[in-house]
């Protein structure tokens, strides 16, 4: 199993910025991808950020260019920086582990809101 600890979500406004953090744990396992998804109430569950160990990323294409995803390997623990925030990024953002033998792992979601 595997444990999370997520942090960083919160009320900002547009064009604000906030960080989200994520760091996982369990008893044996290796990470091969790390990456942040959202949900808005209503949508579907949708790629935000992905980031693989080795350092290569990949971004919806909504948040290129404003959001950067970062990864610290030695701590299991995965960054997003959300900067010029819109409405419209309004939503639980789920912080989402893929290890190396192909198992996926959800963290419990931290609430962001872009509103004035």
């Known amino acids: 199993q595997v444990q999370f600890v997520e942090s960083g979500g919160g009320l900002v406004q547009p064009g604000g910025s906030l960080r989200l953090s994520c760091t996982a744990s369990?008893?044996?396992?290796?990470?091969?991808?790390m990456g942040w998804y959202r949900q808005a109430p209503g949508e579907r569950r949708e790629l935000v950020a992905a980031i693989t160990t080795g350092g290569s990323t990949n971004y919806a294409d909504s948040v290129k260019g404003r959001f950067t995803i970062s990864r610290d390997n030695a701590q299991n623990t995965v960054y997003l920086q959300m900067n010029s925030l819109k409405p419209e990024d309004t939503a639980v953002y789920y912080c989402n582990v893929r290890t190396t033998f192909g198992l996926v792992y959800w963290g419990q979601g931290t609430q962001v809101t872009v509103s004035s």
């Open positions: 369990g008893r044996s396992f290796s990470i091969a991808v």
